[in-house]
């Protein structure tokens, strides 16, 4: 297949564009590199040093079975997206190219305006052009978890079916997003299943849960191939960033009393699930919605498994329980289906001390470039 991947720069595109390549598929990767940007804006970077987009994609190009191409362009670059559309003409294109975090979402005015500009925009030009340019491709678009928020019943996967004064119907699961940035997956969604319903395009909704682990086989295949490692307040999420507190000796973060609950997944499932959706598409007309996590954790109990994991390691690694910087609810009801993608073959990556182990051995790896000062949050939601 020809396969466009949009922010293929970034943590959970760069390892898909590498793996979907090194299946034979041919690969373009778009990016404009704003995740960069922003590292820069907020005084950051990836744990493990990462090359630049030239350099990667020159070092995978001697590895990649079918051809592997990138481009520098910017999602909200109407005319510069349908060129590159037009030239590289998918059958598929995954859609990673997001401002994702919720705390960047949620330090100012700006900063939400920006996230829900950036992604919105983004969005809504590429179902313009696929419409226009190449009308059978399949979309396929990360959106969250998050966008169901945490219900007091259980999470289906994009729909419910509801009886309500002697009627039924099958109605999208209601949206309750907890960040200007889930909010903006909201919306997307809402922009997709309305193009696919008047255009008759075909989509697929990946609703991702937190995404843990850093390394492929790919990205090992070479050291210029590494992948990003976030582990900072705004861009860190939840038990990688509890792997390299334990390395950094600083106690691990657990925002207010921990019960908060959510789907996780091992990066090493997020590219295999972007393979079987590519290999399996959406009917024209069709926004599929599939819930991608594997498993479900509360933070306490992540923040206890690393503490664990961490002290077999020699290093003894207390938990803290921080007043919580957001508005989320610390004690509810959670349990989400997530059988679609297993239907379709995947085998999960549970999480193992292993896991732990090799994350927190990576972090120790680079650990003279842990900051500090970037752990902490400061950024809150009241
Ligand atoms: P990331 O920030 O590492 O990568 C996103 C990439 O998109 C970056 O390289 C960035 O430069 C690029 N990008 C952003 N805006 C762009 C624009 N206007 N034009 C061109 N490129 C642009 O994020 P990630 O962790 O790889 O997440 C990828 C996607 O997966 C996002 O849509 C995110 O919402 C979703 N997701 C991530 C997680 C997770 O835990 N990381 C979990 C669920 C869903
Ligand atoms: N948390 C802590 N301590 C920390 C960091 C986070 O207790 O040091 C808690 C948060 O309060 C939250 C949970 O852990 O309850 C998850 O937070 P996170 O920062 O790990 O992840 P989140 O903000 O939800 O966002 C991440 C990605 C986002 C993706 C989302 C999937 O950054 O792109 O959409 O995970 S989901 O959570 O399913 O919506």
Redesign the pocket.
């Known amino acids: 297949m020809r396969i466009l991947i949009?922010?293929?720069?970034?943590?959970?595109?760069?390892p898909t564009a590498l793996y979907l390549s090194r299946k034979g598929h041919d690969i373009a990767i778009?990016?404009?590199?704003?995740?960069?940007?922003?590292d820069r804006e907020l005084g950051i970077e990836s744990l493990a040093p990462i090359a630049s987009m030239d350099e990667r994609t020159h070092e995978w190009q001697k590895h990649a079975k079918g051809s592997f191409t990138a481009y520098s362009?910017?999602?909200?670059d109407y005319d510069a997206l349908a060129r590159t559309v037009a030239q590289f003409v998918p059958d598929a294109i995954v859609?990673?190219?997001?401002?994702?975090?919720a705390p960047y979402s949620m330090i100012d005015r700006e900063h939400a305006v920006f996230t829900q500009t950036?992604?919105i925009v983004?969005t809504l030009n590429l179902l313009y052009i696929m419409k226009e340019i190449v009308p059978d491709c399949h979309l396929i678009k990360?959106?969250?978890?998050?966008e169901y928020g945490t219900p007091n019943i259980d999470i289906e996967e994009g729909y419910i079916k509801i009886a309500y004064k002697g009627r039924e119907d099958t109605l999208p699961y209601p949206k309750q997003p907890p960040s200007m940035?889930h909010l903006s997956?909201v919306h997307d969604s809402h922009n997709i299943m309305f193009s696919c319903k008047s255009w008759n395009l075909r989509a697929t909704d990946?609703n991702?849960?937190?995404?843990?682990g850093i390394q492929t086989d790919e990205t090992r295949m070479h050291p210029v191939l590494v992948n990003?490692f976030?582990y900072d307040q705004i861009?860190g999420?939840a038990l990688n960033r509890f792997c390299v507190e334990a390395a950094a000796d600083h106690p691990l973060t657990v925002y207010g009393s921990g019960g908060q609950t959510r789907g996780f997944?091992n990066l090493l499932d997020t590219v295999r699930c972007i393979e079987l959706a590519a290999q399996n598409p959406a009917a024209p007309g069709e926004f599929r919605v599939f819930n991608?996590f594997t498993q479900e954790f509360s933070v306490s109990a992540l923040a206890t498994k690393v503490h664990q994991v961490a002290g077999d390691l020699g290093i003894s690694a207390e938990i803290s329980h921080l007043r919580n910087p957001r508005v989320e609810s610390e004690k509810h009801y959670y349990h989400a289906a997530n059988t679609k993608l297993l239907d379709l073959g995947l085998t999960p990556h549970l999480l193992t001390d292993e896991t732990i182990r090799e994350i927190i051995k990576l972090a120790l790896q680079y650990k003279d470039n842990i900051q500090l000062d970037h752990i902490m949050p400061t950024v809150t939601w009241s």
């Open positions: 949009t922010g293929g720069d970034g943590f959970c595109g760069w778009l990016d404009n590199q704003l995740r960069r940007e922003w362009v910017d999602m909200r859609h990673f190219a997001e401002q994702r975090s950036n992604n983004g990360l959106g969250t978890m998050g940035y997956k990946l991702q849960g937190v995404v843990y990003r976030d861009f999420t997944i991608q």
